[in-house]
Structures are given as structure tokens and as C-alpha cells.
């Protein structure tokens, strides 16, 4: 049907309207006639410039199922409010031309979303509709309406508010997509976490290569060691300090890098769950899993195997290769009596001179005795500066005791390369005080080791390759459920049989069997096996830990913790004053001297070298396996709030990491742990690590000779101005200060895990009024079966049917405010000739078709009557319905 309206105002201006049967405006079309204009005063309400106005002659507005039709229909609802703009007064259209009830009705509307809309305050903006303002010739032009999702089912399926919302929802995503498309583009998914560590995995790699390269042609290399620094002590910590630093922020990332591929390799797909399921075995789901490794692919397990073995090694071998040796006094020992000071004749033949020295040290000795050279310790402090590994401040020392001797001042003599103070125990007790003389400063140097720089070169090549394979192996054919979203998206695309009718599965009835279907129970039946009552309990983080993985990441804390306890306890108490070591320097007294296997010497020093470097870069492994466990546990912790968030709503996106995310699916580059939580364990274990490499660590001590007549390095004229002794000598060193604050990190670690396990998951039951309880947390940790039974939307057929003898034929399930779900036998569900019942039940079917591709929350989906089995599943429509605690739910 086709009619012309007129303007008002007489301008040649007409405006032919074109409906269908069913009343919708499918043309509008405005047409310019031919003659004058007839001007005439403005009168009535004030009119404004119609939004489809433009400065063309003719403006054909397509059908209601485009865009644009809808676009001039949404324009004609209030103008004065749509546009502000005006031509002018003798231009303008009288707003009333139209009355507002039949604009209203070309628009679909009805009387509660009209009062809906002015509530709001009648903003296009709040209705989802972009517009963009044209000033050209300072002309009205078409209303731009952009991004609005318009079909059939949301016209008659859903409010004005509901579409109003939606389509809020479709033009912020869609402005999302278009801001990050090239983002989105280079991070698809997980494969974006592998691309990310390979990249990082290569920058260190190219950066061990480029040290390696600058070592060796920078200068001469010694036994497979190339000096960095050689020089005051002070200077060569704060050397070690920056290196240490760096190298155990790259080891850090390598295990991080790691474990997110051990997490990726290890999730299992859905062949696998199923496979799993069929012999009543279950999965881990998002997180990294031993367990799965025994049902995955095997050419996955043996690339978590190669990654991690690279990753825990690089960290050993970084923190071997670097290491700060430091000079040590070859200091003497003389056990003199008061007649010795006085210049008294002696002998130096070998019953009293066992250190051998020479007759000119000793009298040079005896000379600056003599002239009251030499500083004054009391024998308690005299015995604690030579008791010692080493020495570093004094030369020489002349123990002055009260012992008579009628052939020669001269008692005994020691050196610290063929013993120490308490070989002269015997006559230890005599001493009355000590004379020593001052030595030279000590030199400290920074050495690499060649060998083990290139084998750490080598292995994060072999670590870039290794990613490299994942991604070309698994670049299409692989889809992991890594994420929970990615299973419960599986699950809800193709719900598993072996979990059916036991949506409140728990992880004990997984281990005693009772899951699935009790084959025993014949149609009719209103139970099954895996029915049960919603028990509401407070739920901690700490409950969604399993006892063995508690027990495991309980001993590697114990076991560091202990270990450390032990050598700082063993540190304080070698000291004589029960002094703690400064940071990163091991005292004389916290140093223990290595077996002589592992001393070096002219022709063994790089073996020994290495080997002794690598012991003391031991415990590191322990680090690596704290980092692994720890992070395990926060995943699980996190795995458990995620699921536990659907439960109390509002709907929620699936999370998941195929990169490829449908409808209101999300993709993220991060699997379960936050990239908050990442980061704050990385740099947390980064200063672990550091601390470490300077609480305990490889110290070579060269011993040096020193020059008794000058008390300088100098032997001769000719001699260099550090002679070396051809033994160096291989201590381990713990820093008493390093091994307090490494202390203190652990019980911080600890702390933060205990206040998050002690935080409780959010209710989503209530229990004589009081919020408690949430039926989606995972206790004992995560489990395939699980999280399978709760995805199921039906149940099966032989469950929940009602008998309808005494009940009336009026549909039982309308009764409370739970629309049914169809299962597979509908008619057993709904009573024959209940229009409502088949009407409720297309709706429910409509609503949950591509569930996994909305917006998500669990709650109860089916209430049943009476005594009637319930069931509870996610659902895209309506509120989150809580369990009742009187019914039983399947």
C-alpha cells in the first residue's frame, strides 16, 4: 500500500510511504515538486530538521531488513531530541506530522519500553547507536547508524532493553576488535605464550653468544677462564652483584618459559579426556600436570621432558659459570718466647723451623719486633684471626709464650700452605699474646668459565629449536583444553556420556568410582547414582589442593628452608663472634675448604674448576623446583576461583586459548595464573635466585707469598707484582647475610600463599538466610570428570519423567519461575497439548543453541516437583539461579 503525505507548510516537498501486509514501512521516498515556495510564519510546536533530510532530490531508504531501514525508522522517534542542528525555521518539518504512537508502532515498539526509553533519558547514545555529525555547508545530513545487530530473533525474542544491551554490548566489541585487530593478529592463544618465549628464548641466546664471542677475542684465557676484573674487592662484588643479577632474571624467564609449555603440552584434548573417561580415569584441566603425562601424545611428553631438563640445567650452569676469586695471604706463624723479642740468638734448622722459612724472614721478623713494628692482638683475638680458611689482613705472627727454652728463642714455625694454628695445640696454652704484621690489600677477580658459557649457549639453542618444533608440529591439528574455558566449551559442544546425570560430581566420587549413569536404575526412575544434595560448606582456596600435591610442595619448601636454616646456623656458629658474614662475601670462618678431589691444580685446574662450580650451583635446583611447585599450587588456586565465579554471576565470557574465540568468547595469552600473579613470582624467584648465587658460592683462594722484609706482594725485583701459588685452592662460601634475607623470602613466599589459601570462594548458596557455599569451587584440585559433569544441559531420558495420573494435565513445570530444558525424550517431560510447555521448550532450546559461544552462568536450569530429580548447568538466559539444599539435583 502506497500514500502520499504532504508537508504542512506547502513546500514542494512530498513524501510517499510504501507499507507491506504486516503494517512495516518498507519504502520511504521524499520527492521534490516543481513550483514556487510558499513562505509562512512558523506556528504550533517548534519543529526541527528531519534526520533523513539531505541535499539530494530523491533518498530511496531500503527495506526493514537492512540497516539502513532501520537507521531512518530509529530517526523518526523524537527528532527534536536526535537532532539539534537546524536549517532554519522556514525549512523545518512540523514535528507532529506523524503522531508519536505510530512511529512508535512502525518501530516495534510497545508502552513499557517507550517509559524504558524515557526513563533512560531517550539518548541515542544509550541505545546502541553511533552517530557521526557532518558539517559540510552547515547542511543536515543522514544519521550514520553503525555496527547494530538487527535480525528477526531479537525483535521477537527479546525486550527493547535486552536489545538495547546487546547491541551496547556488539558496538564496544566491535571497537574493541577494530582497535587491537593487529594485536589480536600476532597473539593468537597459547601459540602466542610459545612465540613469546621463543622470542625471549633467542634474545638470550643472542646475548650469550655476543658475551661469548667479546670473551674470547678481548684477551688471553687461562685454563678456560677469562679475567673480567681484576683489582680492589669492593669493586669486584659490585661486578658479580650486576651479573648475578642478570643472569638469574634470564634463568627465571627460561623456567617460566618452561613450565608455560610443560602447562600447554600437558593439557590434554578431547580425544584424550574421552579416551580417559572411557576407563574411568580422569584428566588434569589447566594446569601443569604430571599425570597427564602418562595419557598425552607421546612426542609431547618427551618435548616437556627435554624443555624442562634445558630450562632447571641453564639455571645451574648460569650461576656456575661466573664466579670471584680473591687472594690469600700464605702467612707464617712463629711461636717465639720473650727472649726472641729482645734480639736473642736462634736456630732455624728443621726440628724447630717446619715451615721452612728462611733465616732472613725471620730476622727481618725479629727486626720489626724489635722496633715495636708490629700490632698487638690478645690471644683471644689471635686465635680467631688465624683459625680461619684463610687470610687476608695479616702476613705473619709471632706468638710470644711463657715457655723457657735453653737452646733458642725460636720454638716452632707454621705456614697456613702446610698448616694452621692448631697444629701448634700443644703449646697453645702458653701463649700469651700475639705480634703480627699487616699484609697487603687483598685483590679480587671476576672470572667466566668458557666451557660452561658455551654449554649454557648451547642448551638455549637447543630450548629455541625445541619451541620452534612445537610450533611447527602443532601448529594446526592440536587444540589442548589448556584453559577452563577450552573444556567447557568441548563439554558443551559435545557433552560427555560418561558424566551424565551428576552435575554435582565431586572429585572423591571420581575416585571411588561413583560417576555416570547407574545402568541399574530401569525407565521411570527418579534417581540415579550420581543425584545428590547440594551440602553448602565454606570453601577455602586451600581445599582445592589435593594431599599429594600439598605434601610435595610442603617438603621442596621444607627442604629449602631447612637447608638454609643449616648454613647460616653453621656460619654463625664457625664464627668466633658469632658474626654474620657480609652480603655476598664469605668470611674466613663461613668458608669450608672442597675435598681435595676437587682441588685444582697446574694441570687439572678447569676440571676442577667446573666441578666444583656446579656443586655450589647445586641448590639452585631446589629454586627450580620451589618455582614449579608454587606456581602449580597459585594455578590451582585461580582454576577454582574462575569456576567458582560462574556460579554467582553475573554471565560471564568463556576464557580461552585456542586464539580463535567465537560470539562472546574471549582469547587470552595467559592460560590460568594472572599475568600479576606471573610476574610477581618471576621477579620474586628472580631475587631468590640472585640472593642465592650470593649466599652460597664457589670462592677460588690463589694463594700469594708476601714478602716479609717489605710486607708487600713482591718476592725479588723480578717478580710480578702478584705472585700466584700454583695450587689455588677451592672453598664454598656462604655469606651469613645472604642466607638471612634468603630466609626471609621464603617465609614471605609462604605468607602469600597462606593468606591467599585462606580466602574463600564466593557464595552462591543461601542457608537459613546467610550466603554460603559454592557448588562450582574444585575441591582436591582440578578434575576432567568434574568440570565434564557440569556442562551437561540435559538429562538423561529415563530420568526426572513424571507420572501425570492425580497431577492434572496442566504443564508441572510452570508452576515455579525454572523454564525446562528439552531432553532426549521431550514428550516424557511435557504434558501432550501444553501449548505453553512446547512454546517454553522451542525458547529453552533457542536460548542454549552455541551455548559456549555466549555469555555464561551456572545455576539451576530444571527445578523438579515434589520429589523430582533437579538438575543445575550453565545457561546464557535469565539469573543465576542458586541450588536449594532440600532437593536433589542430578
Not at 106 to 135: F, S, W, Y
Not at 256 to 276: C, D, H, K
Not at 289 to 312: E, K
Not at 816 to 828: A, H
Amino acid at each position: 500500500m502506497e500514500i502520499v503525505i504532504p508537508p504542512r507548510d506547502h513546500r514542494p516537498l512530498t513524501y510517499q510511504y510504501t507499507w507491506d501486509e504486516n503494517g512495516e514501512v518498507t519504502n520511504i521516498t521524499r520527492i521534490k515538486e516543481d513550483g514556487p515556495v510558499q513562505e509562512r510564519p512558523r506556528r504550533g510546536r517548534q519543529t526541527v530538521q528531519w534526520p533523513f533530510q539531505s541535499i539530494s532530490n530523491e533518498t530511496e531508504i531500503s527495506s526493514p531488513t537492512t540497516v539502513s531501514h532501520y537507521a531512518a525508522r530509529r530517526a523518526t522517534w523524537e527528532p527534536k531530541r536526535a537532532m539539534r542542528a537546524r536549517v532554519g525555521d522556514t525549512d523545518s518539518i512540523a514535528q507532529d506530522l506523524i503522531p508519536d504512537y505510530v512511529i512508535n508502532y512502525m518501530r516495534g515498539e510497545t508502552p513499557e519500553t517507550v517509559a524504558r526509553r524515557k526513563q533512560n533519558g531517550g539518548k541515542l547514545a544509550e541505545r546502541g547507536v553511533d552517530i557521526r555529525r557532518h558539517k559540510a555547508n552547515q547542511q543536515s545530513r543522514t544519521a550514520d547508524f553503525e555496527g547494530f545487530l538487527h535480525d528477526a530473533s531479537s525483535r521477537s525474542g527479546a525486550s527493547s532493553g535486552d536489545a538495547n544491551d546487546e547491541s551496547r554490548h556488539i558496538l564496544s566489541s566491535s571497537k574493541k576488535k577494530g582497535e587491537g585487530g593487529v594485536r589480536k593478529r600476532f597473539l593468537p592463544g597459547w601459540r602466542a605464550g610459545i612465540e613469546l618465549n621463543l622470542f625471549l628464548t633467542l634474545l638470550i641466546f643472542l646475548a650469550g653468544v655476543g658475551c661469548l664471542i667479546a670473551i674470547i677475542t678481548r684477551g688471553p684465557i687461562s685454563s678456560g677462564e677469562s679475567i673480567l676484573f681484576s683489582g680492589l674487592c669492593s669493586t669486584a662484588s659490585s661486578i658479580n652483584w650486576g651479573l648475578h643479577g642478570v643472569i638469574n632474571l634470564f634463568a627465571v624467564a627460561l623456567i617460566a618459559g618452561a613450565n608455560y609449555v610443560f602447562q600447554v603440552l600437558s593439557s590434554p584434548t578431547r580425544m584424550e579426556v574421552s579416551v580417559a573417561h572411557q576407563k574411568k580415569r580422569w584428566l588434569d584441566i589447566g594446569i601443569p600436570s604430571i599425570r597427564n603425562l602418562t595419557h598425552i601424545q607421546g612426542v609431547r611428553t618427551l618435548i616437556i621432558v627435554v624443555v624442562l631438563i634445558a630450562a632447571v640445567t641453564t639455571q645451574i650452569i648460569y650461576n656456575a659459570a661466573l664466579s670471584t676469586s680473591q687472594t690469600s695471604i700464605d702467612y707464617k706463624l712463629l711461636l717465639v718466647t720473650d727472649s726472641f723479642l729482645d734480639g736473642g740468638p736462634f736456630s732455624n734448622d728443621t726440628t724447630s723451623n717446619g715451615a721452612q722459612l728462611s733465616r732472613l724472614d725471620i730476622l727481618a721478623l725479629q727486626g720489626k719486633a724489635v722496633r715495636n713494628e708490629l700490632v698487638n692482638l690478645t690471644t683471644t683475638d689471635c686465635f680467631a684471626q688465624f683459625s680461619g680458611a684463610y687470610e687476608t689482613t695479616y702476613s705473619a705472627a709471632l706468638l710470644v709464650s711463657d715457655l723457657g727454652s735453653e737452646t733458642t728463642p725460636l720454638i716452632q714455625t707454621s705456614r697456613a700452605v702446610s698448616s694452621i694454628i692448631t697444629d701448634l695445640a700443644p703449646e697453645m696454652s702458653s701463649i700469651k699474646y700475639c705480634l703480627t704484621q699487616t699484609g697487603p690489600e687483598p685483590i679480587c677477580s671476576v672470572a667466566v668459565n668458557i666451557p660452561l658459557l658455551g654449554a649454557i649457549t648451547a642448551l638455549n639453542l637447543l630450548t629455541a629449536l625445541t619451541l620452534g618444533l612445537v610450533l611447527l608440529l602443532f601448529r594446526k591439528s592440536f587444540h589442548p583444553l589448556a584453559t577452563l574455558g577450552d573444556a567447557i566449551s568441548s563439554f558443551l559442544q559435545d557433552p560427555d556420556p560418561t558424566t551424565r546425570g551428576s552435575c554435582l560430581l565431586s572429585k572423591t566420587d571420581v575416585w571411588q568410582g561413583r560417576w555416570g549413569q547407574n545402568p541399574d536404575n530401569g525407565p521411570g526412575a527418579s534417581t540415579i547414582a550420581g543425584a545428590k544434595y547440594f551440602v553448602p560448606r565454606d570453601h577455602f582456596w586451600f581445599g582445592s589442593l589435593s594431599l599429594p600435591r600439598l605434601v610435595s610442595v610442603l617438603f621442596v619448601w621444607l627442604a629449602c628452608v631447612g637447608l638454609t636454616v643449616s648454613a647460616l646456623a653453621l656460619s654463625i656458629v664457625a664464627d668466633p663472634r658469632s658474626r654474620l658474614s657480609p652480603f655476598g662475601t664469605g668470611s674466613e670462618y663461613s668458608t669450608v675448604i672442597l675435598p681435595s678431589i676437587l682441588q685444582a691444580t697446574t694441570t687439572s685446574r678447569l676440571s676442577s674448576t667446573v666441578s666444583a662450580a656446579l656443586i655450589a650451583a647445586l641448590p639452585h635446583i631446589l629454586l627450580a623446583a620451589l618455582y614449579l611447585s608454587v606456581n602449580s599450587l597459585l594455578t590451582i588456586f585461580f582454576l577454582s576461583h574462575e569456576s567458582s565465579l560462574f556460579a554467582v554471576g553475573p554471565h560471564r565470557p568463556l576464557r580461552v586459548s585456542n586464539g580463535r574465540p567465537e560470539g562472546s568468547q574471549i582469547s587470552s595469552l595467559y592460560l590460568t595464573l594472572p599475568r600479576p600473579i606471573s610476574w610477581f613470582l618471576v621477579i620474586l624467584f628472580a631475587g631468590m635466585g640472585f640472593t642465592l648465587s650470593q649466599s652460597v658460592f664457589l670462592t677460588p683462594l690463589d694463594l700469594v707469598h708476601v714478602d716479609l722484609a717489605s710486607g708487600s706482594l713482591f718476592e725479588d725485583s723480578s717478580s710480578s707484582p702478584v705472585q700466584l701459588v700454583q695450587v689455588a685452592t677451592m672453598a664454598l662460601s656462604f655469606s651469613g647475610v645472604g642466607l638471612f634475607i634468603l630466609l626471609g623470602m621464603f617465609i614471605f613466599l609462604a605468607i602469600v600463599v597462606t593468606v591467599l589459601g585462606l580466602r574463600r570462594a564466593p557464595p552462591a548458596a543461601f542457608v537459613n538466610g546467610q550466603a554460603m557455599g559454592n557448588p562450582l569451587t574444585l575441591p582436591a584440585g582440578s578434575c576432567s570428570a568434574v568440570i565434564s559433569a557440569r556442562c551437561h544441559l540435559t538429562l538423561p531420558r529415563d530420568i526426572g519423567r513424571l507420572s501425570t495420573s492425580g497431577l492434572g494435565s496442566a504443564g508441572l513445570w510452570y508452576g515455579s519461575s525454572f523454564p525446562p530444558i528439552f531432553e532426549e525424550e521431550t514428550t516424557g517431560n511435557h504434558p501432550s497439548g501444553s501449548r505453553r510447555g512446547q512454546e517454553e521448550g522451542e525458547k529453552a532450546v533457542d536460548e542454549n543453541s552455541e551455548l559456549w559461544k555466549k555469555e555464561l552462568a551456572w545455576g539451576v536450569v530444571r527445578q523438579g516437583v515434589g520429589m523430582q530429580v533437579s538438575h543445575a548447568s550453565f545457561t546464557a538466559s535469565g539469573p543465576v539461579v542458586f541450588l536449594d539444599v532440600a532437593r536433589c539435583y542430578a
